[in-house]
């Protein structure tokens, strides 16, 4: 019901709606089916990072600062550098990243795949991609609007990273 109201209240003019959402929450709400009775039309589109260690602290820092957007208020800033917590997300990120190929490959189902380090250099050309994905053309009067997603990766990020590689081996 919670889908169906977002529906409702989410669906642009043009009758696209679309929601972004990790692997465990696809799977809680429907399980491992393909859903067209509930989406008709489905299309998928997957972003994957490159650097998954980036990937992960910033997870945990979202997660000790419940800071998930850059216009969201920190809870908490003082967030502590954890091997532990970021090597568990990591796993959980490259975890993920399987299920979903293999949901993909289990329903024959082949996602627009974007790679965030790309489309963040070049959003105009993903939204292009994401378009004719869909199935749409872009209107010749359109314009990207501004952005509400901001990178949050900061020096305290980096720092992280590195102590995370050399902790990890990998330096």
């Known amino acids: 019901s919670y889908l169906h109201l977002l529906m409702e209240r989410k669906t642009s003019p043009n009758g696209v709606f679309g929601i972004k959402c990790h692997f465990h929450q696809y799977r809680s709400e429907f399980g491992l089916r393909t ?27 979202a997660i000790q600062t419940n800071q998930w957007a850059i216009t969201h208020r920190s809870t908490n800033d003082s967030p502590e550098y954890d091997f ?72 305290l990020s980096d720092d992280w990273v590195q102590r995370f590689l050399e902790e990890r081996g990998a330096v």
């Open 35 to 61: 859903i067209p009775a509930d989406l008709p039309n489905l299309k998928h589109i997957l972003i994957k990072r490159r650097n998954r260690v980036r990937q992960a602290v910033s997870y945990a820092k």
């Open 84 to 155: 532990v917590q970021i090597k568990a997300l990591l796993e959980r990120i490259q975890q993920e990243e399987r299920q979903w190929e293999g949901f993909f490959s289990n329903h024959n189902i082949q996602p627009l795949r974007l790679v965030y380090e790309e489309f963040s250099n070049d959003v105009l050309a993903a939204v292009s991609d994401c378009f004719t994905h869909l199935g749409l053309e872009v209107p010749a009067d359109w314009q990207l609007p501004e952005l509400t997603l901001k990178k949050q990766a900061d020096a």
